[in-house]
């Protein structure tokens, strides 16, 4: 079976349309570095389009009809939409499913310390990441800090241009014999990726005769001033990190690669590039027959645990509730439903990378700029942990895809022993629906800096609409 490069199959128009909709991905990607960032970037976006919040829409006891669109959020980080279709739900609806949370380094609860004239933030990392890969490189700090009295301070710094930076540091190589010898896994250990924020003691006033700043020495002086910033910048105490959610990501946008500008170079692209297609597919179609949803995630780069993961029964709260207001609410109707329905699980699947081409199965690994990915299952060794897509099910995308001439490839993450990789398929596809993984490629997953294709990640979100608005099992 041929792959092709999908650039060759486009015409002025389509070329118009893919640079918009990358120049839109890729502003998205720069507001949204954290769950609680892509929700609210999420939320403002569907308000403009005609979205309403669930809760509001309960109070005034609405009745939902065909064309409605209503979304609800759980805890900030997880996002849920609906646009009622013009069948009832209990036949089904067609959803698009996505992560939005990124691997990263999470501030500890008791995180500051003071070592060798350095003060530091501690960090447990978040998900799989090669540990060696976040040292020296400009970092940001995003979230929020939720103080006693119930306040939420929020913290974005870094990204903007004046922002100062944070980073780990790494062993200078004139003194790393021994460290090279080191297993890769071992080289910066987890508790080393701690992050130095400042190296300056606490001012305490200024002479009076010379005028000059006088600081505080000994013991944490350059802790206390760091703290001192925070309690002018935050109004926070060194105590209110035990009830903050502070995410270290790397600092900076997200840049066109390459001299012919194919391609995006940016930071959380796992899974954020097949969030925001599907985000943008659901603003794109038109009157639907099934309804349409689309959910967004948190958690699912640790397991999608937790009360916003894929595990949680949010989802199925949800449906129950927009059943509610549509007039046709039983436990039986939720189930026939869930069923009922069709999903794309989408996340991101492994590029062919020619520099560890012993790493895959050439005939079933995705190429860069070859068209949206389906993984029938994903999984390692065995299939352990897949969800392994229905043949018939495929037969019915194929068909779809044919009819709406988007391109699409088909492939396995890697070679068969190597390892692998869950999603959130398998969680859907306990209701007994029909789901399969699909998504775009990315090279260098997981890695601060990703690359994906614009190419794909167009063809993603034709492939997103096509499915909306013809896919029926
Ligand atoms: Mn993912
Ligand atoms: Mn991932």
Redesign the pocket.
Known sequence: MEKKNVWECYDEKQLEELEVHAKEYMDFLDNGKTERECVDFIVNRIEKEGYRELQALMKEKKALKKGDKVYAVWMNKSVVMFQMGEKPMCEGMNILGAHIDS?RLDVKQNPMYEEGGFAYLDTHYY??VKKYQWVTIPLAIHGVIIKKDGTCVEVNIGDKEDDPVFFVSDLLIHLATEQLEKKASKVIEGEALDIIIGNKPLSIGKNKEDGKESKESGKDAVKKGVLAILKESYDIEEEDFISAELEVVPAGKAKEAGFDRSMILAYGQ??RVCAFSSLKAMLEIGEVERTACCILVDK??IGSVGATGMESKFFENMVAEVMNLAGEYSELNVRRCLASSCMLSS??SSAFDPSFASSFDKKNVAYLGNGMVFNKFTGARGKSGSNDANAEYLGHIRSIFAKEKVHFQTAELGKVDLGG?GTIAYILALYGMNVIDSGVAVLN??APWEATSKADVYEAKRGYVAFLENASM
């Open positions: 691997p998900g799989g796992d899974d699912e780069e996340d991101v990789g997953m997981h």
